[in-house]
């Protein structure tokens, strides 16, 4: 039986999307490197402490990436391209994930605006596995903190 990240891989590629495990140690290399391939000028990140411990916004600068906070004092037309750099990457941490449907739920909480990853021209979800289900009643159940949702 195929591991639950490999699951979700292969969903996601089934939605035209992508994915890949990657060490904690290699993240921040890895998100420089996909938002170079992708042509980012810019990243709106969530505030969370998950990025904060992979140190993702630092290593995004290093490579001559703006970084910017959410929330941003940047009006929506230049998050979606229309002003400024074109190429914009909302980075977010899905509070749970869904393996079988490639499913990612996200939070409109403060500092992790739910606009972050619609407003701009490519998505990077940082997933810890930790947070990885098999389905989306499990994934939501994880949320809700019950066993029976």
Do not use: F
Not at 33 to 45: H, K
Not at 112 to 117: A, E, L, P
Not at 121 to 128: D, E, G, I, M, S
Request: charged residues 25%; aromatic residues 2%; negative net charge.
């Amino acid at each position: 039986m195929t591991d639950l990240p490999d699951r979700l891989i292969a969903a996601l590629t089934r939605r035209r999307a992508s994915g890949s495990v990657v060490d904690p140690a290699a993240a921040g290399e890895e998100a420089a490197r996909l938002l170079g391939e992708w042509s980012v000028e810019r990243a709106v990140i969530a505030d969370d402490p998950v990025l904060d411990d992979l140190g993702l916004a630092d290593r995004l600068r290093e490579a001559g990436i703006e970084v910017l906070g959410w929330p941003t004092d940047r009006a929506m037309p230049e998050l979606l391209g229309l002003e400024g750099p074109a190429a914009t990457c909302g980075i977010t941490v899905p509070v749970a994930a869904a393996a079988e449907r490639g499913t990612l739920a996200l939070a409109a909480i403060a500092g992790q605006g739910r606009s972050i990853d619609a407003a701009s021209a490519c998505h990077l979800a940082v997933l810890p596995v930790a947070r990885l289900r098999e389905g989306l009643g499990e994934a939501l159940a994880s949320i809700c903190g019950s066993a029976g949702a």
